[in-house]
Structures are given as C-alpha cells and as structure tokens.
C-alpha cells in the first residue's frame, strides 16, 4: 500500500503508484560515422508512464526521490539524413521487448519545495528505430533539468553529452547528442 506524503512542503505526491505525463515535445540530434547529422523534432505516441519512489530525508536535511521511467515512445521524420523516413525512440522496462530500466532522481533542497525548482536527473537506455535498424546505447544519456512539480509539467531536460548507438551486431552506427525533452 502506498501512502500519499506531503514533500517540502506543497506538492502531493503519491509515492509508488504508475503516473503519467500526457504530453512533451523531444529532440534528438544524431550523427553518422559519415559525418552526415541532423536534429529530429520528436512527439509522443502515448503518455509516458512513470514512478516515483518513497524520499529518503538526507542528513543535510534534503529531500531526494528515486523514480523510474516505466515506458515513453518518440515518434518524428527525418528530414535531412533520411527524408521522410520515421524515426521513433523507446524507453524503459514496458517501452518494447529487450527494453531497459530508466532510473533518475528529484533533489529538493532543504528549506524548499519543489515548485522552487528541484534539480533532476535521469539516465536514459535508448532503442531507437531507424533505417539503419534498431540501435541501443551502451552507456546512459545523462538529461538534466529542474522540475517544479510531478509530473513535471513545464519543465526542460538536456542531455549532457554525446553518446553512441550500436546495432544489435554490436557496431556502433551513430551518436546523438543535444537531446532536449520540454513538457
């Protein structure tokens, strides 16, 4: 049974239970071993599920909420690299078969609640479809963002740093880098 907590001090949070946000807008940019890169604008094809855990209080007198992206799908089209072709982005355990665990966090300071803006990470395991097939990353793409509520509508994430994708081969086929998340 999951209980509904008052945190820091005005947001009600239902800790344990699935949420979702309905809607955000993405970007991915991606680059080709040949050089050839683009920024694909991408939707979501349906709400992305999510849930945040039981806060521990840190020492330092902090709030700190585990969560997990359950599942999330991207859709866009290519417009430079592969005209017209779709382009869609999975995450998380529910995403699609094979799909990974998105972990992340919400730090709310002490003495502050979390519509001050709270500081939030996520490491995201992609599979991103594409011409070139399936593609996963071995490493996580590190988003950063500040959340002023949850789900954390009105909020903007980035991605900190370039990171690549291989085929199910094991050869890596290209990189992203400037992803971007706005909900």
């Not at 382009?87 to 094979?98: A, H, L, N, T, Y």
């Not at 479809?129 to 793409?141: F, S, Y």
């Not at 789900?151 to 400037?178: H, I, M, N």
Request: hydrophobic residues 40%; contains cysteine; glycine residues 10%.
């Amino acid at each position: 049974m999951t209980d509904v907590v008052r945190v820091a001090p005005q947001t009600m949070i239902d800790f344990g239970s699935v949420m979702e946000l309905a809607y955000a807008e993405s970007e991915v940019g991606f680059r080709l071993p040949d050089g050839r890169e683009e920024r694909v604008l991408l939707e979501t094809a349906y709400p992305t599920r999510f849930v945040v855990h039981e806060p521990t209080l840190v020492e330092s007198g902090a709030v700190y909420m585990p969560l997990e992206i359950l599942a999330f799908e991207l859709v866009g089209t290519s417009e430079v690299v592969w005209p017209g072709e779709t382009i869609k982005v999975f995450g998380g355990v529910e995403s699609i078969d094979g799909g990974r665990p998105i972990r992340g966090s919400v730090h709310v300071p002490a003495g502050t609640a979390i519509e001050d803006g709270a500081d939030s990470e996520q490491q995201l395991y992609l599979t991103m479809q594409t011409p070139l097939g399936l593609l996963r990353n071995e490493t996580p793409v590190i988003m950063r963002g500040k959340v002023f509520r949850v789900p954390p509508v009105g909020s903007r994430f980035e991605s900190q740093g370039d990171v690549a994708l291989y085929d199910v081969e094991g050869t890596k086929r290209l990189t992203v880098w400037a992803c971007a998340n706005a909900s």
